[in-house]
């Protein structure tokens, strides 16, 4: 049974995940702060964490961050749970790490789908050695792209929509919009799919270099 870590100090937020997730055969494990998440996450080693970002004594970037100070502990898939009004400020959690985002009041089936994806992908990395470096749209500048079209490519390689990765790279989704057509000319693709595997091609290529 997969253990997820919910990080929420909303106590009827809380709850409600922990019911779906015990729903779906997930094991939950809580905590109302971000501290204390902290402590959960080092203790119990999850196999995933929701964390909510505002929240009393540590916020969800603080988390994140000391999360990735440990290597056993960045490679748990993190999802943000956020509030709307926070969205302006998604870009600093999506690039200290964070797999993904989800805007509350979370739909059920957005959340568990959210959840199935990113355990998936985790559990693919492992057992395939596919390991695609997310941490710099540099090696993508090969494929010809300009740094702004390679930054939005390396976020649509991790299934970002147009909307989000506007929202992540401060710009307008008309300018994503260009970018993504940079993307098909450049690569001489037609479709997102088939733009994302020349990203991860790339990517994962560095991954193993740098690996070995």
């Known amino acids: 049974m997969k253990k997820i870590l919910v ?15 015990r729903y779906h055969d997930y094991e939950p494990i809580t905590a109302d702060n971000g501290r204390a998440g902290v402590e959960a996450a080092r203790r119990e080693r999850p196999d995933l964490n929701l964390c909510d970002v505002m929240m009393p004594e540590l916020d969800g970037y603080g988390v994140l961050r000391a999360l990735q100070t440990k290597p056993t502990l960045a490679r748990i ?6 509030a709307k009004g926070e969205k302006d400020d998604l870009r600093s959690g999506m690039n200290l790490g964070a797999d993904d985002y989800l805007t509350k009041p979370v739909g059920n089936a957005d959340l568990v789908q959210a959840i199935e994806t990113r355990l998936r992908r985790s559990e693919q ?7 695609p470096d997310f941490s710099s749209s540099e090696p993508l500048l090969k494929l010809g792209l300009t740094p702004r079209a390679a930054e939005a490519l390396l ?23 260009k970018h993504v057509q940079e993307m098909f000319d450049k690569l001489g693709v ?14 994962n290529s560095r991954a193993a270099g740098e690996a070995g």
């Open 125 to 131: 990395q492992v057992t395939r050695e596919f390991k």
């Open 7 to 21: 990080i929420e100090d909303e106590p009827e937020m809380r709850r409600n995940i922990t019911t779906l997730l």
């Open 77 to 82: 898939p993190f999802i943000f749970l956020t």
């Open 155 to 177: 976020w649509l390689a991790q299934g970002k929509t147009n909307s989000d990765i506007a929202t992540i790279l401060g710009i307008t989704e008309s300018t994503v919009k």
């Open 190 to 203: 037609e479709t997102r799919g088939a733009a994302t595997v020349c990203a991860l091609e790339v990517l």
